[in-house]
């Protein structure tokens, strides 16, 4: 029999938008995406995340149930897409589920680096193999935070491996409810981290104002004016002097901490959504103009792809490098996190190390994520 060479990355991020999967093809490390499903995710689990989510209202009941629930949603949208390509689950060597996170707080970096942090992905891997036939990888992040890194960002290994080029200095930024960006430089040193909010200020505010779960195109905040003050203020967060390694979440940028911002704030809620797009092009191009690197070509995948106006202010932010799309480089913006569990996944099957210590601030490199057998 031929062994199986298909993979599948199953993921949804701290925008908590969809459950995005693709399947997966790999020569060596290149991947031919066969096809992919963006799953919607009902309003009411919705909001049992956002609950999970915030400190302080911990509820073990909730989490269990809400472990059990994803597991389902995850299996169903894995099996729409394997469904809809005619394969069979003995063609597919595995699947990475990344799971939902719900809790992402990393070692400080502050005095105490004794505190280990935690990060916590749920979506029952057990519910995933039993429902679909498939093994399945799961629990990516916490081999690194046991070797005392962020577990965080992961994408940047797999950049590394399908977007480095060896003459020209590039920054991938992954654009998710967080963003992060990997510079790999042509030398073939890969650095990387988050860089703070992506879209999930944005959304929570559209959300809030509008009703609607993003500004489309970023046209409301567009026709808006990014009023300086403000923006300096949500700059003055210390995550964004914060030096690498570092990883941020839900836990420090979430509407609540937005609405403390705006106390004293008499600005139009359109023209503070149009600080929130400056704030995140700002706080990503900043990181990027202040590289000892001098970068030429900049690549954006990830929601805030298709968001017009961030796109923009991005590039204004940044005249010295071209700002494209990742689907330059023969990925679709959209699927790039989803292959790269998928990949992650290859990687743990291979007994294939995934972290990059230079990126997660791990003492050494890890194989990620645990195996569970249909
Ligand atoms: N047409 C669009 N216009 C503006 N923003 C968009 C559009 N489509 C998607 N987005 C943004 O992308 C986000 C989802 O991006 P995604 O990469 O899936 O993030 P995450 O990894 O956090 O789930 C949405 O929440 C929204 O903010
Ligand atoms: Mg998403």
């Known amino acids: ?44 689990l919705r909001q049992q995340i956002l609950n999970l989510s915030l400190p302080g209202n911990d509820n073990i009941q909730l989490y269990c149930e809400t472990d059990n629930q994803l597991g389902e949603l995850f299996s169903e949208a894995a099996l729409t897409l394997i469904d809809s390509l005619n394969i069979l689950p003995n063609q597919i060597a595995a699947i990475g589920s990344h799971g939902q996170t719900i809790r992402h707080l990393p070692p400080s970096s502050c005095t105490s680096t004794e505190k280990a942090g935690y990060s916590l992905q749920i979506s029952d891997p057990n519910i995933i193999a039993a429902r679909t036939g498939c093994t399945v990888v799961a629990d990516f992040r916490r081999a690194d935070m ?46 990387g981290y988050d860089t703070g909010p992506g879209n999930i200020l944005m959304d929570s505010w559209c959300q809030r104002q509008l009703g609607t779960a993003y500004d489309n195109n970023g046209d409301w905040g567009d026709g808006g004016t990014a009023n300086n003050p403000l923006l300096n203020q949500l700059k003055s967060h210390s995550f964004f002097a914060q030096p690498a390694p570092k990883s941020t979440g839900r836990e420090a940028f979430n509407l609540r901490w937005l609405e403390q911002q705006l106390v004293d704030c008499d600005l139009s809620a359109q023209d503070i959504q149009a600080t929130l797009i400056q704030l995140t092009a700002e706080t990503i191009a900043d990181q990027i103009n202040n590289l000892d690197l001098p970068i030429s070509e900049v690549f954006v995948c990830g929601g805030g792809m298709l ?68």
């Open 146 to 191: 046991a070797l005392g890194g962020h577990g965080a960002p992961l994408v940047p290994a797999f950049h590394q491996k399908l977007f480095s080029h060896s003459e020209k200095n590039r920054v991938i930024v992954n654009i998710g409810g967080i963003a992060n960006i990997t510079v790999l430089a042509a030398n073939g040193d890969c650095s």
């Open 307 to 374: 968001n017009g106006a961030l796109m923009q202010r991005l590039a204004e932010a940044m005249p010295e490098s071209t700002v494209s799309s990742t689907s330059e480089l023969g990925l679709n913006p959209n699927w790039v996190e989803a292959c790269a569990f998928a990949w992650l996944a290859k990687q743990r099957l291979e007994g294939k190390t995934g972290n990059l210590p230079s990126v997660t601030g791990a003492s050494k490199e890890a194989i990620l994520g645990g195996i569970y057998l249909a």
């Open 1 to 44: 029999m031929v062994s199986p060479n298909i993979y599948l990355g199953l993921m949804s991020g701290t925008s908590i938008d969809s459950i995005d999967v693709a399947a997966v093809e790999f020569n060596k490390d290149i991947p031919r995406v066969l096809g992919s499903h963006s799953h919607s995710i009902p309003e009411k």
